[in-house]
């Protein structure tokens, strides 16, 4: 198995929703990321977790809370969201040199 | 601080002609590396092919090789024989350090290519 999958593909909600996106993978990397994409931006690093311990916080803004439950999952808790939030939500795994394996991304959009 | 630089906004292409996207970058570390990711317009960032500093042959991967110019800090793609597919969005990247763990992947600002039938 080697792909990283991610739920939902798409989310609208609403600025006073509580919401999860959600990212697994089974190859056993140690390394899981958040990024954030705007419409025809570059991808933009939001967290990264390595060992299932947060190692990098790119100062984003509260309303985003991730959780990395255990070695293959790792979730993004969205609350209170502005729509200047929505964006294509990729994340991503790796475990060593060369390449990082991207999930399809949660296409979000807040109302 | 690190730095990755595309100066291609949007290419056109015919199709069967190779086609060469550049990318250039910047730092001051001796250990890094360097990616093509494509984006088709579905949103799945797709790797292509990398390549280390310390890697004296330029990486191919199928119809895709890396030219690689260290002296000129420049690791421009070449996609050989280009078909209608490869219409997408190509990101060059690059990661410095250790290659151990988590590394802080940085972007260029993308190349839009469209392969013309």
């Known amino acids: 198995d080697t792909e990283v999958t991610q739920t939902p593909k798409h989310l609208v909600m609403g600025m006073t929703n509580k919401k999860s996106l959600k990212c697994e993978q089974h190859?056993?990397?140690?390394?899981m990321y958040w990024y954030k994409q705007k419409a025809k931006k570059p991808p933009e690093l939001m967290f990264v977790?390595?060992?299932?311990?947060?190692?990098i916080n790119e100062s984003v803004p509260s309303r985003f809370s991730p959780e990395c439950p255990n070695s293959s999952l790792l979730n993004l808790h969205l609350h209170a969201l502005q729509p200047e939030d929505s964006a294509l939500y990729l994340c991503?795994?790796?475990?060593?040199?060369?390449?990082?394996?991207f999930g399809p991304g949660t296409r979000l959009t807040v109302l | 601080a690190q730095k990755i630089t595309q100066t291609q906004p949007g290419m056109f292409v015919q199709e069967k002609e190779a086609v060469t996207l550049d990318c250039t970058y910047d730092?001051?570390?001796?250990?890094?590396?360097l990616f093509w990711y494509k984006q088709p317009s579905s949103g799945e960032m797709i790797f292509l092919i990398y390549?280390?500093?310390?890697?004296?042959q330029n990486a191919t991967e199928g119809r895709y090789s890396l030219n690689f110019q260290k002296a000129r800090k420049s690791a421009n793609l070449v996609i050989s024989a280009s078909q209608l597919g490869d219409s997408a969005m190509y990101f060059c990247?690059?990661?410095?350090?250790?290659?151990?763990?988590?590394?802080?992947?940085?972007f260029g600002q993308g190349t839009r290519l469209t392969i013309n039938p």
């Open positions: 991503a795994s790796s475990q060593d040199a060369g390449k990082k394996f």
């Open positions: 190859m056993g990397h140690r390394a």
């Open positions: 977790y390595s060992y299932e311990k947060l190692s």
């Open positions: 730092t001051s570390d001796q250990s890094y590396g």
């Open positions: 390549q280390g500093s310390y890697d004296e």
């Open positions: 990247a690059m990661i410095l350090g250790g290659f151990q763990g988590a590394q802080k992947l940085v």
